[in-house]
């Protein structure tokens, strides 16, 4: 990766300096160098390119180095200033250690020191990158999974790939290392897997082909890209394509299109229909759906018993990764020594139903959401907070607190944070004279960036100019 160093002095010579030092010690690294003679013009370089490292002068004509870093400060950029400067006063120290500059040179600097404190800016930039991508992996996977529930994401188009959920999650992040690969927490009987920012389901399917078809074998269903907003389309395509996987065993991989039997679609509307009716815990209407649900069952399976074992595998899934049913474990060992179709039906007819009473029962007696609330309005601030922690924090499943936070504060999770967030942030403007970048960490923001761009979009005014405005 090309690191972009711009080096500002109004004397040449101290710029070329600089640049022969660290291309004669750093040779096998990447390096770009672009030069401005003052402030002003390193301030325009900022707005237009995107700089690393800024070797910045304090005494310069037109916009001194001080100033400089004060404005480039207010643009919210990811760059590091290293100053430098012949002026060896304490103020001028604490003036640049108040406008966020990394470190403090003194001229004429020694090799040495140019280059100790280059790698030790770097490696701060390095890690905080490391941590940046940490926390936006774990943001995508909160969005992912608020979308498969019908929630709110930042996603333009995605696809949406299942594979069994009894592939270890560790194996498929070795395999699928492309940044546009979110592999999300286990979703009903799958692993959820969201691809964003590729333009063709051909494309989605070529990468994913080339990820998971090697030794050994992962086996995939796909549905087709479509807009973020229309996630859940994708992911029900995936999962009809996954009916059609478990029918064709011989195939490695599975791709929704418009002609896939008209039984495997039913099978999915009955389906919903019973996760939806049990979650209710209207016995009457359970009851109601299960009997359309098992007839579809059995003519989708062809009567084979171990077809219907594993369709139902999938059912008893979304209900324990909803939160809606503990276990499937105890009601999946008894099918499985069943020999009869009616007693398949029976068994399972009853589990449902005493497990959708038992549910409405728990959830008449505890508020685990209203925790989840105040933990959420305690702790907005964390970065690292995301709905798989909070998930822990109160004992539900993910997507069973995703539904219920949103139906409890009627915004999804992300969408909370983030006016929780923004809200503190315009309170820090308000009462701080602080650098834009520490307003947005200190608000929970991980990207001055992305802060300054939805504070845009909300606000309808930059942070910069939010006091001017109010």
């Known amino acids: 990766m090309t690191q972009t160093i711009l080096l500002v002095d109004d004397e040449p010579i101290e710029r070329e300096v600089i640049e022969h030092m660290l291309n004669q010690a750093l040779s096998e690294e990447s390096l770009h160098f672009l030069h401005a003679n003052n402030g002003q013009e390193a301030i325009a370089l900022c707005q237009s390119t995107t700089i690393d490292l800024i070797f910045m002068d304090i005494n310069m004509p037109k916009v001194d180095g001080l100033q400089a870093v004060k404005e480039i400060n207010a643009l919210a950029i990811e760059t590091d200033v290293i100053m430098v400067s012949a002026y060896d006063t304490f103020s001028y120290a604490k003036q640049a250690i108040d406008y966020g500059v990394q470190a403090y040179l003194l001229k004429p600097a020694a090799k040495d020191d140019v280059l100790a404190v280059y790698h030790k800016v770097m490696t701060k ?42 592939v270890q999650e560790d194996l498929l992040r070795e395999r699928l290392t492309d940044a546009r690969f979110i592999v999300g927490p286990v979703f009903g009987a799958h692993i959820p897997i969201g691809i964003i920012d590729v333009p063709t389901t051909e494309e989605v399917l070529s990468l994913l082909k080339s990820a998971c078809l090697t030794e050994p074998i992962i086996r995939f269903s ?132 005493k497990e959708s009473e038992r549910l409405t029962k728990q959830q008449a007696l505890s508020s685990p959401v209203d925790q989840a609330v105040r933990y959420v309005d305690d702790h907005f601030t964390d970065p690292t907070l995301t709905l798989e922690q909070l998930a822990e924090v109160v004992g539900l499943s993910l997507f069973h607190l995703s539904k219920a936070f949103k139906q409890k504060t009627q915004q999804p999770f992300v969408e909370y944070v983030r006016d929780k967030r923004l809200t503190y942030a315009k309170q820090l403007l308000r009462q701080n004279n602080l650098p834009l970048k520490a307003v947005a960490y200190e608000a929970g923001f991980t990207d001055p960036n992305y802060f300054s761009r939805t504070f845009k979009k909300i606000e309808g005014v930059p942070p910069s100019k939010y006091l001017t405005s109010h």
């Open 222 to 353: 796909l549905g087709r890209v479509t807009s973020g907003d229309d996630l859940r389309q994708s992911y029900e395509e995936a999962l009809i394509s996954y009916y059609d996987l478990i029918d064709r065993e011989d195939s490695s991989y599975s791709v929704y299109h418009p002609n896939l039997t008209p039984a495997l679609k039913d099978l999915d509307r009955y389906q919903l229909e019973v996760v939806h009716a049990f979650e209710k815990g209207e016995t009457a209407h359970l009851k109601h759906v299960l009997t359309p649900y098992f007839h579809q069952l059995k003519q989708t399976s062809k009567q084979q018993l171990n077809k219907m074992r594993r369709y139902v595998e999938i059912l008893l899934g979304q209900l324990v990764n909803q939160g809606l049913l503990e276990s499937r474990l105890s009601i999946q060992q008894q099918l499985a020594l069943v020999d009869s179709k009616a007693v398949f039906q029976t068994l399972l007819s009853d589990f449902l139903v």
């Open 125 to 166: 930039r390095r890690d905080e990158r490391l941590k940046r991508e940490k926390l936006t992996d774990m943001t995508y996977r909160t969005q992912l999974s608020e979308g498969l529930i019908g929630g709110e994401n930042t996603f333009s188009q995605v696809a949406i790939a299942l594979v069994n959920a009894e």
